[in-house]
């Protein structure tokens, strides 16, 4: 977790320069943010979610300051990277009316945001 406090006034403002990911491009500057889309990731498999963690890790390793990694996982994170968990919509959700239900929606999409080195999530509907 960045620890905000720490971190300088041109760190923060540095966290608002979102670069956007795209496949087979390489970064043309240092991020402080990056958000990614499903047409990034079309490839229902191992091989496609492998090149999004290892672009993610470029992102990491170019940053000077850690990196909000984001994007909208409003239905599970299956809605952007395919090969993960698409979700239904939230109101299916809230309609279901069972909290330990509304619970494992939300964990199961931190979990697999997290595996591809998603630390924000624009959910729901946050951004």
């Known amino acids: 977790m960045i620890d905000m406090n720490a971190l300088t006034i041109e760190q923060k403002i540095l966290q608002t320069k979102v670069a956007r990911i795209e496949k087979g491009k390489k970064l043309t500057d240092k991020p402080g943010a990056a958000f990614f889309f499903g047409e990034i990731i079309t490839e229902p498999d191992d091989a496609g979610l492998d090149e999004l963690r290892n ?11 850690p990196p909000l990694i984001t994007s909208d996982f409003e239905n599970g994170c299956g809605s952007m990277v395919k090969g993960l968990t698409q979700l239904p919509y939230l109101m ?31 959910s729901p509907v946050a951004d």
């Open 92 to 122: 299916g959700l809230g309609a279901a009316n069972d909290p330990k239900l509304a619970y494992d929606y939300g964990k199961v999409t931190a979990l697999e945001a997290r595996s591809i080195g998603a630390n924000w999530s624009f």
């Open 55 to 65: 672009y993610v890790e470029e992102v990491y390793e170019e940053a000077d300051i």
